[in-house]
């Protein structure tokens, strides 16, 4: 891994690469707040996000991907999936809300799983909360013949 030495900008800090998940970081438009090793903090405009109904409340599955995207930054791996997750979404989020910010620590258990513990808030408030689990996979499909 490619180590950045704390490198700030537009009110972020980075002492780590990105090198996962770099399709998604852009096609959600996920902000990337801070990426050290074991660590990822990012938020998601909630202004920009899907909404279920006229009451702008914001998709719990736009919360999810952004918690998700949040874990695999802190586990900051190439080839590394989610297997596992226990999640609660205890409060809504409405476009008309700040950023959600989400905050991601990692550690390896001893298969080698990496557990990561993730928490949302929107303006200071617990939002979301999730423990997941990933690990490095190949690439091969169990779907698919080879």
């Not at 490198?7 to 990426?35: A, M, P, R």
């Not at 990496?114 to 909360?129: E, M, P, R, W």
């Amino acid at each position: 891994m490619s180590e950045v030495l704390e490198v700030k900008k537009d009110n972020f800090t980075l002492t780590s690469e990105l090198h996962t998940h770099k399709n998604i970081h852009t096609n959600h438009s996920y902000k990337l707040l801070e990426l050290s090793k074991d660590y990822a903090k990012i938020s998601i405009n909630s202004q920009k996000s899907e909404t279920v109904d006229k009451k702008n409340i914001i998709y719990d599955g736009s919360i999810f991907s952004a918690a998700n995207f949040c874990a695999m930054a802190a586990v900051n791996e190439e080839d590394t999936f989610l297997i596992s997750a226990n999640i609660d979404f205890l409060n809504q989020v409405n476009t008309e809300d700040e950023d959600v910010i989400f905050e991601a620590h990692a550690k390896s258990n001893i298969s080698g799983k990496k557990q990561i513990k993730i928490q949302g808030k929107v303006n200071g408030i617990t939002v979301f909360l999730g423990d997941f689990v990933a690990m490095k996979l190949d690439n091969k499909s169990l779907i698919k013949s080879s």
